[in-house]
């Protein structure tokens, strides 16, 4: 038995010097590795392989495997974290911000020449947290109508062009949804992601919170309206696939999010979809692709989304990681961005150009106004200092599943959030006694908006 | 006549059964076969056999670095929780000392604490000790089982204590008795500890999830997510995947059954 | 060699110490420690978010919890998830029963029921997860062709994306409605914990036990002209009672410990929560959401439920069992 256990700690002892052996050595060639958490993509590898040939003195390291924002806290503040990280919209860095991992560089990043003013609007909410600066944007992109000329070529109809409204969309949709004898939907008119909810709230007028943050508002009647439409067109319309549906249509392999490859498998006519479906779309052969502006509601404005990359304050490499926020501020990489079609570079100017209306390697796509324009009449979400962006989201996206599975009306469901939402900054404020005077400061100004 | 009829009926329920629990794996590996675009077709059988799937699995990931580390984080586990747990199993067992039962007593009330309970303050241990992300990190938790020492006392009680006592007259020590004595013994206990431990740690999931950060110290269960994930699902490649990682232990269930169904019931029936 | 009676013990007492300690250093590092500490943080505020102070909150964690309807739904849906145990463990005695007929071939029978319980992992649960797909997943196809052959009429249940259950409990409210009633994906995970539990240790448990009663009990028993049924009755079952009793226990201890994997792999605690257990929700609140203290006080219920609910099992359970 002696000899069991020995044997066995000996074999383990040389298998524990392999695995030791095999780590991987940091960079030898004495470059600067850094490490950065984003989603892989191969448009993302060529932003890497332009930062490496503009400084070859840098290593950027890919990381797609350990993004959320749970992880990065906990690895960062554990002293494992990357140095850089995405985040992908406001409430992401609040979380990032009051967690103190999110480095402050309103000193540093003006330092290296980079104007934050110059990002387009929307985006500067990603980067700049009660007036501080922590990040430089990465891309950013508003939605659009996708659409597949083939289908409105074989259906005979002509090609949709906006400024549109709803109304005028739906009965489109209609026309353009096929059903087979039994009355099977062979063919959808409409597919749109079911998170993308808020660009339908703003523009009938909307909004998560007051402006001060003090209450969530999601069950005003404007939202409510704009789910309700939503909704309609699941199961009053019927021109867009209901969660049963959209589980038939599961599909395998390729980039992107299984509405991207449903539209390029040609099973619904249109989509509402951004700029950065191209990066997928691209490789689809036979797909012909047409871009209209959305329509809109009561307001023509657009829910803008994208992301910034922030640096971990606990990062020994967080000065060098500065170069890195620099280069998304250069016009290399906003005309890289612009012609993969990753959405639109961060910074406006560069959209403002021939190369950018203009790909010589793509002459198809002549709609790229479309975006410009979708990205400049685009708003960005709201952040309330009071309650965790997770939670927030967590009980939006419970109760929306909700409305989506047609077990809940919009109204009862929102107002179910919205209740939620408010128990959890009341209960905030219970146990943060920095926040709950700010709070009483604000809620002192706007009158009857912080009614507890 | 009618036993023949009963015997039938008997096999037919069985074999049923038996179909019921192969069925799935037969639909993983022929899954693990198809062309990415069958895999969600109900038709069985591939149109071409896609043996090459389980080539791809290696080059997509780096699937030989993720099977060392599980087998390797699996069987440090594996034996440091043998040994420890044969120590202290010992000692409940065979010496007589103050508190020996209330301290047994406290072991087995532990089995009943749920994993999430010691979780949040264990990972908070590991960031204080600067452990996250690392081997140790996944090995050094999990290696000191309550459950391994309640297993193996329960076998050490079957063994009559007459020939430890007859060892001490020869002028053994407790030490050489553990050794030369008890264990040697206790081997079917040890076998079946050691396989509950391996194939528990061998799938564990969740705490290498949040413990592990770098690639090359993932394990295999948190690797083969990277075939489920919202960019590229490809269910073939994941099961040609899991088909691998679960192919050491269906060697070793087979091999070493005997012992584990005689340790589950030591463990159970004697308790 | 024998020594003094009286210093036997305390010179055992230090040898015992030294096998004890290797064992009983990582006990107390890893498990009694860290059960004792989160007992204290759940008398805290703390989560991880340095904006806000540490502060000790006396047992407000506790007192929000009672107000949380999330976690009287999750509590809920942790004890709808044992509803399966019944099922689960009358089928693992009825294949033991059948595998300790004399028949060839148990140990290929016992390999082949044995198979889903160690390989019950994520690419498992995706494989259920393609099963359960309602539109062409395996098992609506076989209801769908079996409802045609027989124009029954029978409407496929969508699994996995629906919230009906059979006890028709309501969806986010305490409560019973007849709309919810029906097969979801509670029930669907139900099925496949029983699939995945039924031919595993349970069944390995009453094999043994049955191949331990005395063959006189049994001939005895024929003597007097008992039939199968009364057999069982009367001589078998009692005789398994201290079995049933064990995998009783354990079955509630596991059960009330699980749902984590599911609702990661599956469903992600949805639709509309339905399938969070505790262990899922203390997960989401301690990891995702860092209410470290919050999760804490949960997880601290959720033992103390364990804990009782076995005292309760041994308490009453133990007194029928006739050994």
């Known amino acids: 038995m002696r000899a069991v256990f020995l044997g066995s700690l000996i074999l383990l002892t040389i298998l524990s010097v392999i695995a030791w052996r095999l780590q991987p050595t940091d960079s030898a060639d004495g470059r600067v590795t850094l490490v950065w958490v984003s989603d892989d993509n191969p448009a993302r590898r060529e932003q890497i392989a332009l930062f490496h040939a503009l400084y070859p003195q840098y290593r950027v390291q890919l990381d797609p495997s350990n993004g959320g924002v749970e992880k990065v806290i906990v690895q960062s503040l554990g002293g494992v974290g990357p140095d850089l990280f995405d985040c992908y919209d406001g409430f992401q860095l609040s979380a990032y911000v009051r967690s103190g991992v999110a480095w402050d560089i309103t000193e540093e990043l003006p330092r290296l020449g980079v104007d934050i003013n110059a990002l387009w609007e929307p985006l500067r909410s990603y980067a700049l947290y009660e007036g501080r600066i922590f990040g430089f944007g990465t891309n950013i992109s508003a939605d659009a109508i996708w659409y597949n000329k083939d289908i409105f070529d074989a259906e005979g109809v002509p090609y949709p062009k906006g400024p549109w409204k709803w109304d005028a969309f739906v009965k489109l949709a209609q026309r353009m949804t096929r059903r087979d004898a039994s009355g099977r939907v062979i063919r959808f008119g409409f597919l749109c992601d079911w998170w993308n909810w808020l660009h339908f709230a703003y523009q009938w007028g909307g909004r998560i919170y007051t402006p001060d943050g003090t209450r969530c508002i999601v069950d005003s009647p404007e939202n409510i309206a704009a789910v309700q439409f939503l909704h309609d067109l699941i199961y009053r319309y019927r021109v867009m696939p209901g969660p049963v549906e959209e589980a038939a249509m599961a599909t395998q392999g390729g980039w992107g999010s299984g509405t991207i490859t449903r539209f390029g498998a040609g099973k619904a006519a249109m989509a509402l979809g951004g700029r950065w479906w191209l990066c997928t779309l691209r490789s689809y052969r036979n797909l012909r692709l047409g871009v209209a502006e959305s329509p809109h509601a009561r307001y023509r404005i657009f829910r803008a989304y994208g992301k910034a990359t922030l640096i971990n304050r606990y990062s020994p490499r967080r000065y060098e990681a500065l170069r890195f926020l620099a280069y998304q501020a250069s016009q290399a990489y906003n005309d890289l961005i612009n012609r993969q079609a990753d959405g639109i570079g961060p910074v406006a100017r560069y959209a403002y150009t021939e190369a950018f209306l203009h790909n010589p390697a793509h002459p198809e796509e002549d709609q790229n106004h479309v975006w410009r324009e979708a990205v400049a009449h685009s708003i960005s979400d709201q952040v309330s200092p009071f309650v965790s962006g997770q939670v927030a989201m967590r009980i939006l996206s419970r109760q929306l599943d909700l409305v989506k599975n047609n077990q809940k009306s919009p109204a009862e469901a929102l107002r179910t959030a919205a209740r939620q939402i408010n128990a959890e900054i009341a209960r905030t404020l219970e146990q943060d006694p920095v926040l709950r005077a700010r709070y009483h400061a604000l809620a002192g100004i706007s009158s009857g908006a912080g009614r507890r | 006549m009618a036993r023949m009829a009963r015997m039938a009926l008997l096999y037919l329920l069985l074999t049923l059964f038996a179909i019921t629990t192969l069925a799935p794996f037969l639909w993983m590996v022929l899954t693990s076969l198809k062309p990415l675009e069958e895999v969600e077709r109900l038709h069985p059988f591939p149109s071409t056999w896609r043996f090459d799937n389980y080539q791809q699995v290696l080059v997509q990931i780096p699937f030989a670095r993720y099977y060392f580390n599980s087998l390797f984080v699996a069987a440090w586990v594996t034996f440091l929780t043998c040994l420890t747990s044969a120590m202290a199993a010992f000692a409940f067992a065979r010496l007589r000392w103050r508190f020996r039962d209330g301290v047994f007593r406290l072991y087995l009330a532990t089995l009943m604490v749920p994993g999430v309970v010691t979780m949040i303050p264990n990972y908070t241990l590991m960031v204080k000790l600067q452990l996250l992300d690392s081997y140790a990190g996944l090995i050094v938790p999990s290696a000191f089982s309550a459950f391994g020492t309640f297993l193996l006392r329960q076998f050490f009680l079957t063994i009559p204590a007459a020939l430890d006592e007859a060892a001490e007259i020869d002028g053994a020590s407790k030490w050489q008795v553990f050794w030369d004595v008890v264990l040697p013994l206790a081997r079917p206990g040890l076998i079946t500890l050691a396989l509950f431990t391996f194939m528990g740690n061998y799938g564990s999931f969740f705490w290498p999830l949040v413990l592990i950060k770098s690639e090359h110290l993932r394990t295999l269960p948190i690797g083969m997510l990277f075939f489920d994930s919202t960019y590229g699902r490809q269910t073939n490649l994941l099961m040609a995947a899991s088909l691998m990682n679960i192919a050491p232990l269906i060697v070793l269930f087979v091999v070493a059954q005997k012992f584990l169904v005689r340790g589950i019931q030591m463990g159970a029936v004697k308790g | ?323």
């Open chain 3, 1 to 323: 060699m024998s020594r003094m009676g009286g210093s036997r013990a305390r010179r055992e007492g230090w040898t015992a110490l030294g096998f004890l300690l290797p064992n009983l250093l990582g006990f107390l590092v890893f498990t009694s420690g860290p059960v004792l500490f989160s007992l204290a943080i759940s008398f805290s505020n703390w989560n991880l978010q340095q904006t806000v102070p540490f502060r000790w909150i006396g047992v407000e964690n506790y007192a929000h919890m009672l107000r949380d309807t999330e976690f009287w739904l999750y509590t809920i849906n942790t004890f709808y998830f044992l509803l399966g145990l019944p099922v689960s463990i009358a089928g693992s005695l009825f294949l033991a029963l059948l595998l300790s007929q004399q028949i060839r071939g148990v140990v290929v029978y016992r390999t082949l029921f044995y198979l889903p319980s160690f390989t019950s992992g994520v690419a498992l649960m995706i494989l259920w997860k393609s099963l359960y797909n309602p539109d062409f997943g395996l098992i609506n196809t076989v209801i769908r062709n079996v409802s045609d052959a027989f124009h029954l009429g029978i409407t496929p249940p969508e699994w996995l994306l629906s919230t009906k259950n059979v006890l028709g409990l309501e969806v986010e409210r305490i409560g019973v409605a007849r709309a919810q009633w029906g097969l979801g994906a509670r029930d669907a995970i139900i099925i496949m914990g029983i699939w995945t539990a039924i031919g595993g240790n349970n069944m390995l448990l009453y094999l043994a036990a049955l191949t331990n009663i005395p063959q006189e009990l049994i001939e005895a028993g024929q003597i007097d002209g008992a039939g199968r049924w009364a057999l069982f009755r009367h001589i078998v079952w009692p005789q398994l009672a201290p079995t049933t009793f064990f995998i009783v226990v354990m079955s509630f201890i596991g059960g009330l410990q699980g749902g984590f994997e599911q609702a990661r792999v599956m469903t992600g605690g949805g639709p509309a929560g339905t399938t969070t257990t505790l262990s899922y929700y203390i997960y989401t609140r301690a990891f995702e959401e860092f209410q470290i203290g919050y999760a804490s006080a949960v997880s601290w219920t959720l033992f103390a439920l364990i804990f009782v609910l076995t005292w309760i099992n041994w308490r009453f359970g133990n007194r029928e069992v006739h050994y």
